[in-house]
C-alpha cells in the first residue's frame, strides 16, 4: 500500500504541500483531482522521488522507498518524459532495462504493450514523428512495461482520442484486477467517475475532500433538477429556494436543497406545461469538485 502522510513542500514563499496525506491499497484505484497548480504534480513527483519533501512521510507497504522500489513503480509524467529522436520500440525497451528487465524480456514485454495499445506499427518511428496522442500511448506503455506494483499516472487521458481513451480505462481497470496499485489525476471528471470509486481533491496544497465518490456527491446539502418540456417555456418556479443553473428553451436545470420535496417542484412545471422529462439527483462529480474548491457551476462551467 501507498501510505502519503502530511507532506508539505516549499518553493521560496510558496507552500506548494501542506500536509498532503493519501493512501492507494493494492488493487486500488484513487482519483487525484484539484485545479491546475494545486498540488497534484509536486505530490505525485515527491512519490516518484523526483522532489525532496521538508515534512512528513511517504512509504510503500510500511517502509520507506528507495531506488530499489521505486524501480516497481510505473510513472507517467503530465509531460513529455522521452528521448524525441529515439525509435519508439527502443525507447520502451530502455525505460524497460532501467526498470531492471532482461534485455529479452523487455524486448518480449514492449512488443506485447506496443500491440495493447496499437502503436506497434510505429516501432520504428522517432518519437518526435508521433501525434501527441501516440506520443502519450507510448509513455503509458513505458509506464506498464515492467509490470508494476504501484501506477502513478498524471493526466493520462490527456490529448487521447476517444478510442485510446476507452483503451486506457480498459487498461486500467485490468491493472487494478491483477492488484496494481493505481494514483491518477485528470481534468476529465466523468472519466474519473466511470473509473475510481474514491478521489481526493486538493486545492492550494491542501485536502479538501476525499471519499467514495457517490458518498460524497449524497453527502451534499444540494440536489439538482433537470426537466424538459414537449414545449418551449419561460417557466420560472414558484419556490425561493431553486436557483437556475442552466435554461434553453425546452428545457431547465436548477440546483435546490436536498429537503425539497420533488413532487412538489414536478406538480408546479407541470401547470405552465407537458414535462417530458424530469430528474433529482445530488450534484455530479464536477459540481462536487468545485464546490470543494470554492467555485460555483455559473463561475466556472462545469467541465472544471
Partial sequence: MLDVQKIDKRFGDVKALDGVSLRV???????????????????????????????????????????????????????RGMYPKMTVGDQIVYFARLAGLSLPDAERSASTWMERVDIAARRDDEVQALSSGNQQ???LVIALVHDPELLILDEPFSGLDPVAVETMKSILLDQI????????????????????HDVVIVDAGRIVLEGDVRDIRERSAFRYAAIGFADDTDWQPTSTETEIIERHPRSIRLRLPDSHDPSELLADANRVGRVVEFSFAPPDLSEVFLASIGRSTIEQGVSA
Fill in 25 to 79: 491499497p493494492k488493487g486500488g484505484i484513487i482519483g487525484f483531482l484539484g485545479p491546475n497548480g494545486s498540488g497534484k504534480s509536486t505530490t505525485m513527483r515527491a512519490i516518484m522521488g523526483l522532489i525532496a519533501i521538508d515534512g512528513g512521510s511517504i512509504t510503500w507497504d510500511g517502509q520507506p522507498i528507495d531506488a530499489a522500489v521505486r524501480r516497481r513503480f510505473g510513472y507517467m509524467p503530465a509531460e
Fill in 137 to 139: 500511448r507510448v509513455q
Fill in 177 to 196: 484486477e491483477r492488484g496494481t496499485s493505481v494514483l491518477f489525476s485528470s481534468h476529465q471528471l466523468d472519466l474519473v467517475s466511470d473509473i475510481s
